[in-house]
């Protein structure tokens, strides 16, 4: 399964963007698909996630509330919105997914079996 994320760029303090995750190689079914994030000096910290067949969806604090995974089941992709960004949000973004991760392991980045490879996300204040 190779996986491509997109839809990073630079946006202003409030502003927002779209981040979508797609899979070639295979569909998503049975999968559970995680956004993460890395910021310089920073480990990779989990985001949100979904899971494909049930649609059971996970975010982490900072994501609550702004943040929204949903998953289109026509175009085999993921898309994570993402509203009232703000500065602490800059990170590049990466995609992953695996056919096995457990509830309790959704945050964990060894969990996953595939990445993609990476979206930069710029929030200017």
């Known amino acids: 399964v190779q996986l491509q994320a997109s839809g990073g760029g630079l946006v202003q303090t409030g502003g927002s963007l779209r981040l979508s995750c797609s899979a070639s190689g295979r569909t998503f079914s049975s999968y559970y698909v995680g956004w993460f994030r890395q910021a310089p000096g920073k480990e990779r910290e989990f985001v949100a996630g979904?899971?494909?067949?049930?649609?059971?969806?996970d975010y982490t604090d900072s994501a609550k509330g702004r943040f929204t995974i949903s998953r289109d089941n026509a175009k085999n992709t993921v898309a994570l919105q993402m509203n009232s960004l703000k500065p602490e949000d800059t990170a590049v973004y990466y995609c992953?997914?695996?056919?096995?991760?457990?509830?309790?392991?959704?945050?964990?980045?060894?969990?996953?079996?595939?990445w993609g490879q990476g979206t930069q996300v710029t929030v200017s204040s």
């Open positions: 979904i899971r494909w067949n049930t649609d059971s969806t």
């Open positions: 992953a997914a695996g056919n096995s991760v457990a509830a309790l392991r959704v945050m964990f980045p060894r969990a996953y079996d595939y």
